[in-house]
Structures are given as C-alpha cells and as structure tokens.
C-alpha cells in the first residue's frame, strides 16, 4: 500500500501538527480459499481517501521524532458481493531533513501497529506490526507553517501474508 500525501503543518517552536489527506493505490489482494464454497477469483480494492495525523518534536534543525496516525476507509468487491475494510495505524518513527533553503527534501520511518477490520463494527480485526517509509518535500510558506507534499509506503513488518474473515 503507498500513498501520496500533501499536508499543511504549524511548526512552533519544537513541535509540529500536520493534518494529511492521501490517496491509496497499490496492488489488489490475491483471493485464496480451501473452503468448499466457490469464491471469486478475484479482488479489487477501491482507491478510497485516508485521513492522518502527524505530531513532530524538532529534536534539532535536521530531525524530527514523528507520531503518526492513519484512517482509511474503503470496498472491497469480488463478483458478488462488496465489504467495507477499515485500516487503522498507530506508528513511532523519524524524519531527516536536508537544505536549509526554500525546499527542504526529507526521508523517514515509523514502526507501530496497524488494525486491519472487514467491516466498521469490528467483528473480525486483526492487528499487526506495521512500518512506514516516506519521503518529501517541505516548502516553508511562513514562519509557523509549510507545505509539504510526501510519497509514503506502508506495509507490515511480520507478514503480508493475512487472512480476514468475511462471513460464509
């Protein structure tokens, strides 16, 4: 799963806020079943908008210790039928900036926990380590807020290899 994400963030002092909006793509599942039912063959995910959260500590001019909190809702649909999945993330990491100049290019982690739920009332979740890598630009436009546009690549640390329940 990656996402592109443009942000507007307040810097004061040595913290941060960054509110993002991003747009998911990245591959569709592989459908596997040893079920007797017949299943389709495949599944496609929708391209479904997710919101996060960013908090920064400015340990120094270069470096950033980052909180990072991520929704994102969206379908899944085979050939019958269609369900809701619910990604939550949870992550601790960091970020290094280069240039003092107008555009300040950066690269980060995360490492945490990530929620994966067929549906909103989670009734079928399961969680797993999760990591993120990312890169971006920031654009300071004054002195307590910057532009920031930023490709960010999220994935789990253990396995990618999991299986959620969807009801017979």
Not at 94 to 100: A, F, L, Q
Not at 111 to 117: A, H, N
Request: a negative charge; glycine letters at 8%.
């Amino acid at each position: 799963l990656a996402s592109a994400l443009v942000m507007v963030g307040a810097v004061q002092a040595e913290v941060g806020v960054s509110l993002l909006g991003a747009q998911r793509f990245g591959e569709d599942p592989t459908v596997e079943s040893d079920a007797a039912i017949e299943i389709a063959d495949s599944l496609s995910i929708d391209e479904a908008l997710s919101t996060s959260l960013t908090i920064q500590y400015f340990d120094t001019e270069s470096t950033s210790y980052d909180f990072w909190f991520s929704r994102a809702e969206s379908d899944a649909s085979s050939d019958t039928t269609t369900v809701s999945l619910l990604q939550e993330s949870i992550h601790f990491g960091g970020r290094k900036y280069w240039k003092e100049d107008a555009l300040r290019p950066y690269v980060g982690a995360t490492v945490g926990l990530q929620q994966l739920s067929v549906n909103t009332e989670r009734d079928n979740d399961e969680t797993l380590w999760g990591f993120t890598l990312f890169a971006g630009i920031a654009f300071p436009i004054s002195e307590n807020f910057q532009l920031v546009g930023e490709a960010r690549m999220v994935g789990t640390v253990l396995s990618s290899d999991t299986a959620l329940g969807c009801g017979p």
